[in-house]
């Protein structure tokens, strides 16, 4: 569902859809997380004039980046205080390092069911792992309880408002 840059608020999240205009080493990528652990493959949040993200390191990136392939949610009790808090607390981690341990060990979670990787603070974590802890670390709102949410499982967090691809809202 594509969103309008004039539509977004600091402190939204967006999770994405794989991209259809992706190198081939990001289609492949978004390919096995949709495979593994359900169709959202990237989460982001939206920052003061750009999004703030977790790819390698912790990056800027333009508001229109996932304009065609990205969904928008509101966070539950989120207010302009709580959403600048978020917004300082991604701030303060630019450039720090990508989890591709974290990336690793959701793999052999989701995939290989293998319960004896769980982790519930990870120093680098993966790019919906790092909007979570913005989330609850810097406005002071859990969406999830699980230690290592994917994408997916950012979107069955009732405290995000918006539509998805299953038709809730």
């Known amino acids: 569902m594509a969103y309008s840059v004039s539509s977004l608020e600091a402190g939204m999240v967006i999770l994405c859809l794989p991209g259809k205009h992706?190198?081939?080493?990001g289609r492949l990528l978004d390919d096995a997380i949709a495979w593994s652990s359900g169709p959202f493959v990237h989460a982001a949040y939206v920052g003061h004039g750009h999004l703030i993200e977790q790819i390698a390191p912790v990056q800027l990136a333009p508001l229109d980046k996932y304009t065609e392939n990205g969904w928008l949610f509101h966070i539950e009790g989120m207010t302009p205080a709580k959403a600048r808090a978020m917004v300082h607390w991604g701030m303060e981690r630019w450039g720090q390092h990508y989890g591709y341990r974290a990336l690793l060990d959701d793999a052999a979670l989701y995939d290989l069911h293998d319960w004896g990787v769980l982790r519930v603070h990870p120093e680098f974590p993966v790019c919906s792992g790092f909007v979570e802890r913005a989330?609850?670390?810097?406005?002071?709102?859990?969406?999830?309880?699980?230690?290592?949410?994917?994408?997916?499982?950012?979107?069955?967090?009732?405290?995000?408002?918006?539509?998805?691809?299953?038709?809730?809202?």
């Open 135 to 169: 989330a609850r670390c810097g406005a002071g709102i859990a969406l999830t309880e699980q230690p290592l949410p994917s994408p997916t499982s950012l979107a069955f967090s009732p405290r995000l408002i918006g539509p998805r691809p299953w038709g809730s809202a």
């Open 22 to 25: 992706d190198p081939i080493w």
